[in-house]
């Protein structure tokens, strides 16, 4: 089967830390091309030339400073990913959150009879929270005026016209069949880390990560994030992601004498210190599922989210906690837990045993090959 995946993000995949949906649209595809499939990834605004890694191939879609500044998007972005994607001709094109791109690679699919597919990144691609995402201006007033019309323009030409909406948890497949969308649960992949990553020693108490370009605008709540680390000054605090400079004068992060902020991290360096923390805190008002959650898991590290409780896993306590966002609640909790050595070690043995039935990339990969060779409803 051949199969193409466009990324509206292409830094992750020339060595750069960002988000998770560039990290999924990673995994699946070499897992896929492991598998024997042709595979195949669209950076757009790539300006280097075509390269091949790990069995997948990568193509530039456009680059980033080519055609008429102002009139770039019309006059050549658009006219020449339509080039690359003709000249490909998959049997499937992918495309995962929400993306003014979208609507045109959907109709292209029909046009090409193959398979459309869009999938959703956070719960808030289903509403007018992704038209927001969608302009990412740096200017407010911006992304509300013309947010509500870029989410009208994705959910009536691409999400109703996709042949198939991969939602990553029961609250988005709720959604979809609200709206009558055809779609199909599959989470997210995640690997078991390295021994040397497992065996990292534990020397600091909660991690925080907030590796996303929206993390320090507030999305993964980094000012409830200073209000956990004020209200519990006898425990240390590292926190990983990009920072925004006007947002930590404001709050004066030096200020916060049991906090680290380590900045942005490879992959592999936030594993590692997230394995070096006894707890991870997840503070985001909504998420998919979270892949800072998954990789928790994957290394045993129990969870407290203030928010984000994604199929009603922390309901029994066996995963850890969700403070249903009372922050106050989230400090007693991680207080509790840090407390108590057993009960941590109980808990992260049942996250290994969770990712290793339900996240592997074996079972994953499963569910990508029968809902692209079956398009079949859930």
Same mark, same amino acid.
């Given at each position: 089967?051949?199969?193409?995946?466009?990324?509206?993000?292409?830094?992750?995949?020339?060595?750069?830390?960002?988000?998770?949906?560039?990290?999924?649209?990673?995994?699946?595809?070499?897992?896929?091309?492991?598998?024997?499939?042709?595979?195949?990834?669209?950076?757009?605004?790539?300006?280097?030339?075509?390269?091949?890694?790990?069995?997948?191939?990568?193509?530039?879609?456009?680059?980033?400073?080519?055609?008429?500044?102002?009139?770039?998007?019309?006059?050549?972005?658009?006219?020449?990913?339509?080039?690359?994607?003709?000249?490909?001709?998959?049997?499937?094109?992918?495309?995962?959150?929400?993306?003014?791109?979208?609507?045109?690679?959907?109709?292209?699919?029909?046009?090409?009879?193959?398979?459309?597919?869009?999938?959703?990144?956070?719960?808030?691609?289903?509403?007018?929270?992704?038209?927001?995402?969608?302009?990412?201006?740096?200017?407010?007033?911006?992304?509300?005026?013309?947010?509500?019309?870029?989410?009208?323009?994705? /959910?009536?030409?691409?999400?109703?016209?996709?042949?198939?909406?991969?939602?990553?948890?029961?609250?988005?497949?709720?959604?979809?069949?609200?709206?009558?969308?055809?779609?199909?649960?599959?989470?997210?992949?995640?690997?078991?880390?390295?021994?040397k990553i497992l065996n990292v020693c534990e020397d600091v108490e909660v991690a925080f990560i907030a590796n996303t370009a929206g993390s320090s605008r507030g999305m993964k709540g980094i000012n409830k994030f200073l209000d956990l680390v004020g209200k519990l000054p006898h425990i240390r605090f590292i926190a990983i992601g990009k920072h925004d400079k006007k947002l930590h004068e404001?709050?004066?992060?030096?200020?916060?004498?049991?906090?680290?902020?380590?900045?942005?991290?490879?992959?592999?360096?936030?594993?590692?210190?997230?394995?070096?923390?006894?707890?991870?805190?997840?503070?985001?008002?909504?998420?998919?599922?979270?892949?800072?959650?998954?990789?928790?898991?994957?290394?045993? /590290?129990?969870?407290?989210?203030?928010?984000?409780?994604?199929?009603?896993?922390?309901?029994?306590?066996?995963?850890?906690?969700?403070?249903?966002?009372?922050?106050?609640?989230?400090?007693?909790?991680?207080?509790?837990?840090?407390?108590?050595?057993?009960?941590?070690?109980?808990?992260?043995?049942?996250?290994?045993?969770?990712?290793?039935?339900?996240?592997?990339?074996?079972?994953?990969?499963?569910?990508?090959?029968?809902?692209?060779?079956?398009?079949?409803?859930?």
């Amino acid at each position: 089967m051949k199969i193409c995946f466009i990324s509206s993000n292409y830094q992750f995949f020339t060595g750069n830390a960002t988000g998770g949906a560039e990290r999924q649209i990673l995994k699946v595809s070499e897992y896929l091309a492991k598998r024997n499939h042709e595979i195949y990834v669209i950076l757009l605004g790539y300006s280097n030339g075509e390269f091949t890694k790990n069995g997948v191939s990568y193509l530039s879609g456009w680059k980033h400073t080519h055609g008429l500044r102002f009139a770039r998007y019309f006059t050549y972005r658009l006219p020449n990913l339509k080039r690359v994607l003709n000249e490909l001709n998959a049997d499937v094109y992918y495309t995962r959150g929400p993306s003014l791109i979208t609507p045109s690679v959907v109709k292209l699919s029909t046009k090409n009879k193959s398979l459309s597919v869009i999938g959703l990144a956070s719960d808030d691609n289903l509403d007018f929270r992704s038209g927001k995402i969608m302009i990412g201006s740096p200017n407010p007033s911006v992304n509300k005026s013309f947010g509500t019309f870029a989410f009208h323009y994705f /959910k009536n030409y691409a999400l109703r016209e996709a042949d198939l909406i991969i939602a990553q948890n029961n609250y988005q497949a709720m959604e979809c069949k609200k709206n009558a969308l055809r779609y199909r649960v599959i989470s997210n992949i995640v690997e078991l880390p390295a021994a040397k990553i497992l065996n990292v020693c534990e020397d600091v108490e909660v991690a925080f990560i907030a590796n996303t370009a929206g993390s320090s605008r507030g999305m993964k709540g980094i000012n409830k994030f200073l209000d956990l680390v004020g209200k519990l000054p006898h425990i240390r605090f590292i926190a990983i992601g990009k920072h925004d400079k006007k947002l930590h004068e404001n709050n004066d992060v030096r200020s916060y004498l049991n906090l680290q902020w380590l900045g942005a991290l490879t992959h592999e360096e936030t594993l590692k210190n997230i394995a070096r923390s006894k707890i991870v805190v997840n503070l985001s008002l909504y998420e998919g599922f979270s892949n800072v959650i998954l990789e928790a898991w994957s290394l045993g /590290k129990p969870v407290v989210s203030l928010h984000v409780n994604p199929n009603g896993l922390f309901d029994d306590g066996k995963l850890g906690y969700c403070a249903a966002g009372d922050i106050g609640l989230m400090a007693s909790i991680t207080a509790e837990l840090l407390s108590s050595q057993e009960k941590r070690k109980s808990i992260g043995a049942c996250c290994r045993d969770y990712i290793i039935s339900e996240h592997s990339p074996e079972k994953i990969c499963d569910q990508y090959e029968d809902a692209f060779s079956s398009n079949k409803m859930m």
